[in-house]
């Protein structure tokens, strides 16, 4: 096993709520175990247009972080052979769809009630495997390679599909990602595109807010690598106009 994979990975987290709102950070971040050395990340960005929108985006991400405690479980008692990536990543959206319809339906919940944009990965840390599903607008960076997915404004929402069909919806998404050996992955919502410069406005940014924040490794990694980066950036002047969430995980 390589050294990179000895220990695992170091992760960062950040949520930062954008300067144009006022009240909430409509983004959310989760990561949790699915048990041995496979985790699950995820990022959420509740859509302005909606109602409570942050609500929207908590919700999903506090049914994925229990989703990914019954796998973490699961794997645990019943001691099989752990599933290929893919199929994990398929098994949280199955399990994810009918558990959104169904608190939809106890609490009555419009359907602009429901209105996230879902950026999720599961990993193996032991090996650097990872497979990404985008739901809408977002970032994702494998070792210093930026997928950018744009819908231009017009973001397929998850909550759009609660009634479909699970397996012929699931077939038909086509942004995806696979990789091996990876060494450092980060998800990030779309407010990370945001970053002006308002005493300044028509100068340059002095630093790119994307590159510093998502492929500088130069910086020793560590828990709070994210929040010391958002904070350089803001000492130079550099605010995010829409809310920021962003997870990182990066093998030493």
């Known amino acids: 096993m390589p050294d990179s994979y000895s220990s695992p990975p170091i992760i960062s987290q950040l949520t930062r709520i954008g300067a144009h709102h006022l ?29 409570d929108s942050y609500f929207a985006a908590t919700l999903v991400g506090k049914l994925l972080r229990r989703i990914a405690v019954e796998l973490s479980y699961e794997a ?26 169904a608190l939809k339906s106890q609490l009555q919940l419009r359907d602009d009630e429901l209105l996230t944009t879902l950026l999720l990965a ?20 494998l070792d210093g390679q930026l997928t950018e997915y744009e819908q231009q404004n017009t973001p397929d929402y998850l909550g759009y599909h609660l009634a479909e069909d699970f397996e012929l919806w699931y077939a038909a998404q086509a942004q995806r990602l696979s990789a091996l050996g990876v060494r450092e992955l980060s998800l990030s919502t779309d407010g990370i595109f945001t970053f002006v410069q308002p005493a300044a406005p028509a100068a340059p940014l002095p630093l790119n807010p994307v590159t510093y924040l998502l492929g500088d490794t130069t910086a020793p990694a560590s828990p709070h690598m994210l ?14 106009t829409d809310d920021l969430g962003i997870v990182q995980l990066r093998w030493a």
């Open 23 to 51: 009240n909430h950070c409509e983004d959310y971040t989760v990561v949790e175990s699915l048990g041995g050395t496979r985790l699950l990340a995820a990022v959420l960005d509740g859509c302005t247009m909606g109602t």
């Open 76 to 101: 645990f008692y019943q001691r099989q052979a752990a599933p290929e990536l893919a199929d994990t990543l398929r098994e949280v959206m199955r399990r994810l769809m009918p558990e959104l319809r």
């Open 122 to 141: 599961v990993v193996n840390t032991a090996t650097g495997a990872v497979e990404t599903l985008a739901l809408g607008d977002g970032l994702i960076c």
């Open 227 to 240: 929040r010391r980066k958002l904070l350089a950036l803001e000492q130079r002047g550099l605010v995010a």
